[in-house]
């Protein structure tokens, strides 16, 4: 694909076309260094067991709406810094990225975002039906994840959404009106339960940290009789690692275990305020 070219991938209805992908890799569309103001733009498209990845330096917009992912065997959609990807330089470029409209079901993850630049990011409507992992996994920074619904996992340790400061710091983070339930579902044989974390502040590496992180008008409900599956519903946000500025506000918590668990000690500037918890 032209390093300098607009590229649309575009069927006039949703899932209207169909890429079903057997080929080596997780990713059945692979742009690498797409190059300065080169818009991506994929639409109305059902990818069969492969995502899509965006590498490297690429500074135009990029927009990925009204598509269905399923079956994925990596991420659904990747957007990561370049690494060993030729000689080019291994900081990622993306400024504005806007993910909207998409289903993702049964994929080994949703979407993944790692980068040591600055974005300018959106998640917005998108649902996240079943996933084997974690659905949102974000190292990276000034991303907005807004009004999505969050379903059940089959890998029950992990989070519906992971900050983890593991490469690059997450900071300037909002993730806002967001639905985060605890259905549970079964594909192929293979049982899905709620999470054991809804939301999972990690632990950095290398000095990184969580910084100006703001939870605001969510709601995080399960039912009590999913408590008793082993790594499940056990809380809805947990602190794990050090974390700077987070705001936790007007939220809602159904029939959790524990709504909020803090085991850092030294969080600086984090208060929580107008949330409902509610038990049975």
Known sequence: IPKEKNITFKSDAMGGAVTQYDGPGDFAIDFQFKGI????KIDGITFWKGGVRIQGFTTGRILIENNQFV??????????????????????G???????????????QGV???????????LFKNRFNFTVNTPLHIDANTITVDNNEFMGVRNRS???IHLSPYKNPVAHIQINKNR????????????????????LMDQGKNG?????????????????????????AEMAIYFKGRSLDV???????????????????????????????YSK
């Open 71 to 92: 079956d994925t065997p990596g991420p659904a959609i990747a957007l990561v810094d370049a690494k060993d990807v030729g000689t080019h330089p291994t900081t990622f």
């Open 112 to 122: 993944r975002v790692v980068s040591g630049n600055g974005l300018l990011g959106t």
């Open 94 to 108: 993306v400024v504005h990225w806007l993910i909207q409209y998409n289903d993702f079901s049964y994929c080994n």
């Open 247 to 277: 705001k936790v506000k007007e939220n809602t918590f159904f029939e959790f275990q524990k709504a909020i668990i803090n085991d850092v000690e030294k969080n600086t500037n984090c208060t929580f305020s107008k949330n409902k918890i």
């Open 180 to 199: 985060l339930g605890p259905e549970i579902g079964n594909w192929n044989g293979l049982k899905y339960y709620p999470p054991q974390y809804y939301i």
């Open 158 to 160: 992990k989070s519906s």
């Open 37 to 40: 103001n080169a818009a991506i």
């Open 208 to 232: 990184h940290k969580i910084a100006n992180v703001y939870i605001e008008k969510n709601y995080f409900y399960t039912h009590r009789k999913y408590l008793d599956v082993p790594q499940s």
